[in-house]
């Protein structure tokens, strides 16, 4: 696989539009828009030239009468809206990973169910019930056996059983949850507290929270986790704090750095991280080695997520 970098793709979520930024300068080259209401988190797979932005309809979690039901498709390198991939009687996608097989899972919150989608087809080939009242954000371990979604305000994290695919049971967690991440080894899950500045870590094999983790420096409640492509990082921001963190796999060791306003996903490019904040239009680049803030630029309304291909 080449380590070329081509471009950057980032999803103006609060524009309603996609765009593609030179990966050298950072200024906007193409503006996609005409999208339903409102385009919301990114899978982008540099190795087929494709990305995928589900619509998720005009409202927030929890609080979204009129939900999308579609996954754009974009090829990266025409820097084109190329297709559609239609999840009806589902609705309301939000998270899609890309699993171990191949296949592509999204959560789709008001069905409170993750959909299984064909990329070969762009077709749904299942449907997994979450058992929750709205999946959020989901999760898949290293090894492809799970699939954990948080469920936000259910304050639960469903178990599924990937390759039979059914829920197995969920894990209850002390507080509402906002974001989940996995550690490399899959035996700890990282579940982002969406009350308090804390992160709870979750034994995956016992079903129950081992211990919780304060953010240092961060005052209000995180919001997304993600480990750097090495796991030698976890990336955590505080879309009520400004702040991006940067924690030690260990969880011993964390530097808060301030950033914009409202930051929410991140993109690990070499030595740096650059981190998409939709509150003001700016996306922030902080120097790993260094730990500190390095420089930002303006892109779009509000993005909420970026990758690099």
Known sequence: MTNVVHGLIAVDKMGGKVLFLNPM???????????PPLVHE???VPE??????????DGIHGRNPNPGHLICVFDLHKR????????RPLSAPHT???GPDGLIYITCENSAAVAVIDRATSKVVATIDTGSTNGHRLIIAPDGQRLYTENEEDATISVIDLPARKLLGKIATPRPLAGIAI???????????DAQPTLFLVDAEAGRVREEVVLEGVPKAAQIARYAPDNSLIGVTSLQSGTISLIDPSFRTQTAIAVGKQPMDMAFHG????VACQGDGSIHI?????RKHKASFKAGTGCETLAFF
């Open 286 to 290: 902080v120097d790993i080695p260094g």
């Open 96 to 98: 899609p990973k890309l």
């Open 80 to 87: 084109a809206h190329v297709g559609d991939i239609d999840l």
């Open 42 to 44: 990114l899978l982008a």
């Open 25 to 35: 300068t950072y200024e906007t080259e193409v503006v996609l828009e005409g999208f």
């Open 183 to 193: 550690t490399p080894d899959g035996r700890t899950l990282v579940a982002v507290d």
């Open 48 to 57: 087929t030239g494709l990305a995928y932005v589900p619509i998720f309809g």
């Open 271 to 274: 030595d740096e991280l650059f």
